[in-house]
């Protein structure tokens, strides 16, 4: 499989040329404007290849396309890759807005390639330990899940043509709503407000279905001084986990368990070893293994195609709508 990385910025250099190569996928080519640097990462990492740009690229001698760049580059470049058949991972967000995500979606059914969104929370070792319990039948089902996603950026627009809020649904926004509704799909009816506070954003957003009573919550901002992740899951059977900073998975039992009167309090069903590897436990090495094994004919189980985040876009375009916000400056 020869495999070409589009962007070797802080993310694509620093994060997913690293995590592909942990998984399995070589690579054979770079692209970036950045000369300098991609010269010495591909001295680094044995890369043969390094071209400017997209442009320079013959598609036909590479298998696949690795795309890491800025908000308002990613979408044309993963448009260019789709046409040229390539098989394609793209680092979130694939477009900067709904109308962007739709255009991308056709082009993609009309490829004969594969194309996934890198969403790394869906593969983050605390989240495949939560799926693990829910998925386990012991609890039962998932009736209540709130997703709080909150970091120190984006402060200022990525772009001069993309509004702030936008930045921010690309930055946190998308992760969030993403793994809320992996956790629990099929709520609708979202409702949700931008939250006042003195640096950066906060957002707050609910989605509910009253025919199953099911309930869909998720708090992303920029405003915190660092990195603040926790997923809390209510079950049908009143059982409840919490995944604090993708460190810890807890559960506080239901008060129905036979066992709570002997064993009252919190249990740890998890916790983040010192020795783990980084590119797991924030989910990138096991999500490109699994884009490698389903280019080897695995199964797509949990990957995020193009299409599986139409509903997270939406979600966040209605909200804009309410607020009488819009995805552009």
């Known amino acids: 499989m020869r495999s070409l990385l589009i962007g070797a910025g802080s993310h694509g250099g620093d994060t997913l040329l690293p995590a592909a190569c942990s998984a399995g996928i ?10 300098a640097r991609a010269g010495r990462l591909a001295a680094q990492w044995m890369i043969p290849q390094v071209y400017a740009t997209a442009d320079q690229v013959d598609s036909s001698t590479f298998d696949t396309a690795l795309i890491a760049l800025p908000v308002t580059e990613q979408a044309a470049h ?8 390539l098989q394609t991972f793209v680092e979130k967000p ?17 490829s004969d390639g594969v194309c996934c969104v ?41 772009s001069p043509g993309l509004s702030l809020e936008a930045s921010l649904f690309a930055a946190q926004g998308i992760h969030a ?9 099929g709520t609708s009816g979202t409702t949700g407000q931008m939250i006042s506070v003195d640096r950066g954003r906060l957002c707050s957003m609910v989605s509910t279905d009253r025919r199953t009573g099911t309930r869909q919550e998720v708090l992303f901002g920029s405003c915190a001084a660092a990195f603040y992740h926790s997923v ?7 059982d409840m986990f919490h995944l604090r900073d993708l460190s810890e998975l807890q559960l506080r039992p239901s008060g129905g368990d036979p066992q709570v009167a002997e064993y009252p309090g919190v249990r740890v069903l998890w916790r983040r070893s010192p020795g783990s590897d980084g590119y797991a436990q924030a989910g990138y ?3 490109l293994a699994a884009f490698r094994d389903l280019l080897h004919g695995g199964t797509a189980h949990r990957l995020a195609r193009l299409e599986d985040l139409l509903p997270v876009y939406e979600a ?14």
């Open 232 to 238: 809390h899951v209510t079950t049908s059977r009143g």
């Open 26 to 35: 070589p690579l054979s080519g770079l692209v970036d404007q950045d000369a």
């Open 177 to 185: 709503i993403d793994l809320a509704q992996m956790l629990m799909p």
């Open 285 to 287: 090495g096991p999500e």
């Open 316 to 329: 966040f375009d209605t909200l804009l709508a309410v607020e009488g916000l819009a995805w552009t400056a």
């Open 118 to 158: 890198g969403m790394n929370y869906r593969w983050a070792e605390g989240v495949l330990k939560l799926v693990e319990a829910l998925g386990s039948g012991t609890y039962g089902t998932a009736t209540c899940v709130r997703v709080e996603h909150v970091a120190r950026k984006p402060v200022t627009s990525f």
């Open 94 to 110: 694939p477009a900067p807005d709904l109308s962007g995500l739709r255009s991308l979606v056709g082009l993609a059914q009309e």
């Open 78 to 85: 993963t448009a260019w890759a789709l046409k040229a058949g």
